[in-house]
């Protein structure tokens, strides 16, 4: 079965930094899309950033030109760096993984736990 770990989530000021990683493990071959989604409260999910096997990414609005999602195929690892941060960016944020392929089967999607960011005024 395959598990995604998101780690670097915390308490951080307004226009500071954070960077989120999330490691997918389980005999994986290859993995197709990857994407970081966030969650506020009373709010619903919704896409933050993701990007192809092949590194082509694309971005909600708001965080266009704050954050920038990276990936490491060989450690089957997706990246969030996100700069400038704003009291808005405030929410639980979760990684997705798209089409793992391990050794005994295709997962079609795959989820971590959700880590906390929280931001200061």
């Known amino acids: 079965q395959v598990r995604m770990v998101e780690s670097g989530g915390g308490l951080v000021q307004a226009g500071g930094s954070l960077r989120l990683s999330c490691a997918a493990s389980?005999?994986?071959?290859?993995?197709?899309?990857m994407a970081w989604y966030r969650q506020a409260p009373g709010k619903q999910r919704e896409l933050v950033a993701a990007i192809t096997s092949g590194g082509s990414t694309n971005y909600a609005d708001s965080v266009k030109g704050r954050f920038t999602i990276s990936r490491d195929n060989a450690k089957n690892t997706v990246y969030l760096q996100m700069n400038s941060l704003k009291p808005e960016d405030t929410a639980v944020y979760f990684c997705?993984?798209?089409?793992?392929?391990?050794?005994?089967?295709?997962?079609?999607?795959?989820w971590g736990q959700g880590t906390q960011v929280t931001v200061s005024s």
């Open positions: 997705n993984a798209q089409r793992i392929v391990t050794t005994t089967r295709v997962e079609l999607s795959s």
């Open positions: 389980g005999s994986i071959f290859s993995i197709n899309a």
